[in-house]
């Protein structure tokens, strides 16, 4: 570390010496280290570096330099090698491309970049802040020790929908009260249970925080390493003319700026830059092809740094040419935590953007006098009743007409009759009669426009009635969708039981494999010749491989095997599931615990969907207690089975259930783990409620604080 900084000691590679060589012939060094004392300046030329040449014979320049107010060091390059770039448009990128490599965020304490260009100074950090003001959103991820601390802001421009309908919703429901309503709409929901949300209280909209240890992330690495503690922050831009702050700048040359800073989110080892390429590394366009990443993080949109240092990031070692990582497990490890905080961040940006727009369509729905939870089966059914009414009123809407028009026929011939009256009278009034006439026009005229609008209403009705086999069509087909959609949750269950299945099989196969391999080479040693022995040996190679094509084919269990049901032990079912694992679970070194009371009943059920229940839990107990045992190799795992009249109690000492998971568990696509598709729980509990029965999360806690027991009731399954 300097003493006077405290910045760790940078320069190994000579890219510094390689950069002054390529930029001009003559490099001249100036530096003064006291103020009260004079400085040095040396200057050499490049072209005196040739083959042959030996490095005393370089003439070397040096002459002492007055003391200065500022203490520090110059270097120039004299004798511009591509003065044209200098001279044209290449000079006006430089500045925004000096400003992403050398600490562009302030990450070296007091570090202040200039470019002076024909004696026009500009200082390149404030440079740089000035477009990243007009960030929309910003994201921070920080490792300290064993604590990942993810934490964002976003303003509430970004809600704003593209099409003109939903902008005037938008500015009516969400803009109008500053985003309150919509903030307390999304807090309503568990889809961001995860985070912890507040309203900002500066320019943006709206905060969240995601806190977890490393030791809780699947990171789906068979080692881990600490990387060393290390920030980051993402700045996220939204180029509208409305998103940016724009004032004296014209919006093209603001937008033109933030692409040119754009493009990757950087590493930096003691503020400079690893890496000039604007390479992608870590795989944002990637979510762009996923239709649930609609909103995420895009590389042209983002801007950003990851800081490293030399004293707690040593394991992180870059390439010789600085371009990138030597792919050790530091980085490996470094890498994974990275992709988890983006995934985070990409998940609360999707999730609050999607909320946003069910606010809009509930408030549409608020509008029409629409009960929540309408469906389109609700909606459909609505239509259908409109259509079968419409139907009942065609004959009384022809009747109707039918009278209206006899009505008015009647009504004229009376204006008729005292018209004819008054002609025929002594006294005959003329102005009565002009009234008279005047009435008999106004009523021509009302029956000819009511004649008129009779007549489409009956033309409406009459089509809408038509509807009723369109509306029984839509209903029988969202009928059918729904059967589909309980076929496809039975059809997962079915897949999610054959990939297991399949994982115990393989590795069943290789062990024969190999047992097989050592009883052939044990034959070899003993000098054995039995071509029968041999041939009976190669046979069951041979039906170990056909085997295991089978198994990568494998179709478990058919739709008809599980709808049989059947009396089953519960005490008999626990031990004979384990039994067949023991083996299994002691090369993953977890202990299975199997506390049965001896007083289990029987119960009615299907024997493949039983399984799978209590399959997708110990599954899941499997896999945090590998993820735990990542962070602490030496900790020894336990699955514990409690069985007790007809309740089943399933837990294991890893971690536990995260507090924010907890009323979401049993969600659709709740999950945890990294590629996880949050259907195992969800199926286990449809599986136990086609029976009536059911699985919860017991309160009770363990050291860590955290519930962590699964109940399974089967009382309504008993015999």
């Known amino acids: 570390m300097t003493k006077k900084f405290k910045r760790s000691l940078t320069g190994d590679k000579g890219l510094g010496r390689l950069g002054s060589m390529q930029l001009g012939t003559i490099c001249r060094i100036s530096t003064q280290s006291e103020r009260s004392e004079d400085g040095i300046c040396v200057s050499f030329s490049w072209d005196d570096f040739i083959h042959g040449k030996t490095l005393e014979s370089v003439h070397v320049s040096e002459h002492r330099v007055e003391a200065k ?39 070296i304490s007091k570090f202040k970049t200039y470019y002076i260009h024909n004696g026009l100074s500009l200082e390149l950090e404030a440079f740089s802040d000035r477009l990243l003001e007009q960030a929309s959103s910003i994201f921070d991820f920080d490792l300290r020790g064993e604590i990942l601390s993810i934490q964002g802001k976003i303003e509430l421009l970004p809600f704003r929908p593209n099409t003109n309908e939903r902008k005037v919703l938008f500015d009516e429901y969400i803009k109008s009260d500053g985003g309150i309503k919509f903030f307390k709409y ?6 961001l249970k995860d985070f912890n949300l507040k309203i900002s209280d500066d320019k943006y909209f709206l905060e969240f925080e995601h806190i977890i240890e490393l030791s809780e992330v699947d990171l789906k690495l068979s080692q881990f390493f600490h990387p060393g503690d290390f920030e980051s922050k993402i700045y996220n831009f939204t180029l509208t003319k409305e998103a940016l702050d724009i004032e004296d700048l014209s919006f093209k040359n603001i937008k033109e700026s933030i692409k040119r800073i754009s493009g990757e989110i950087s590493p930096y080892r003691d503020g400079f830059r690893i890496g000039s390429s604007s390479k992608d590394w870590l795989g944002l366009s990637d979510e762009m092809t996923s239709g649930a990443a609609a909103y995420s993080l895009r590389p042209s949109n983002v801007t950003g740094y990851i800081n490293l240092s030399s004293t707690y990031n040593n394991g992180l070692i870059e390439k010789s040419d600085r371009e990138s990582f030597v792919d050790n497990i530091e980085y490996r490890s470094f890498y994974q935590i990275c992709q988890y905080a983006l995934e985070q961040i990409n998940k609360f940006l999707n999730g609050t953007r999607r909320l946003s727009l069910a606010y809009l369509d509930d408030k549409i729905l608020d509008e029409a006098g629409k009960p929540k939870g309408y469906s389109a089966r609700i909606a459909t059914v609505e239509l259908n009743n409109l259509v079968k009414k419409s139907i009942s009123l065609q004959p009384k809407v022809t009747s109707k007409i039918d009278k209206i028009k006899t009505t008015f026929i009647e009504k004229k011939k009376q204006i008729d009759d005292s018209i004819t009256k008054n002609q025929q009278d002594l006294y005959n009034d003329p102005v009565l009669e002009k009234e008279l006439l005047s009435i008999k026009e106004m009523l021509s005229s009302l029956e000819e426009e009511t004649n008129t609008n009779l007549a489409n209403y009956k033309n409406f009705n009459d089509e809408l009635a038509s509807h009723v086999h369109s509306t029984k069509k839509v209903l029988d087909e969202i009928q059918s969708y729904e059967n589909q959609i309980k076929n496809f949750y039975d059809h997962v269950a079915i897949g999610l039981s054959a990939q297991a299945l399949a994982h115990d099989a393989n590795e069943q196969v290789g062990n024969i494999r190999f047992h097989l391999d050592s009883a052939k080479k044990r034959v070899n ?164 409620k086609e029976k009536n029965c059911s699985i919860s999360l017991l309160q009770e806690r363990n050291s860590h604080d955290r519930r962590f027991k699964f109940e399974i009731d089967l009382t309504e399954a008993l015999v």
Request: charged share 25%; hydrophobic share 35%; glycine share 6%.
């Open 186 to 191: 999304i807090e309503e929901h568990t889809t």
């Open 69 to 107: 107010k500022e203490t520090g060091t110059i270097i120039e390059a004299i004798g511009i090698k591509n003065l044209a770039f200098w001279q044209g448009a290449g000079s006006s990128e430089f500045p925004t491309k000096i400003a992403s490599m050398v600490s562009p965020h302030g990450q």
């Open 525 to 688: 040693e003993l000098g054995i010749k039995d071509t029968v022995l041999t041939k009976e040996l190669n046979g069951i190679r041979g039906d170990s491989q056909t085997l295991s094509k089978s198994i990568s084919s494998l179709n478990p269990l058919v739709k008809a095997q599980r709808e049989v049901v059947e009396k089953i032990n519960i005490s008999n079912f626990i031990n004979d599931y384990f039994d067949l694992r023991v083996s299994y679970f002691e090369k993953k070194l977890i202990s299975i615990k199997v506390n049965d009371s001896s007083n289990s009943k029987v119960i009615h059920f299907n024997r493949g969907k039983l399984f799978q229940v209590i399959d997708n839990i110990v599954r899941n107990s499997e896999h945090w207690l590998s993820v735990f045992k990542v962070h602490n190799p030496n900790y020894e795992c336990n699955i514990n089975i409690n069985v007790e009249n007809n309740k089943i109690i399933i837990w294991d000492n890893a971690k536990g259930i995260r507090p924010p998971l907890e009323d979401v568990l049993f969600d659709m696509f709740a999950s945890d783990k990294e590629y996880g598709q949050g259907l195992g729980l969800y199926i286990t509990q449809t599986l136990l």
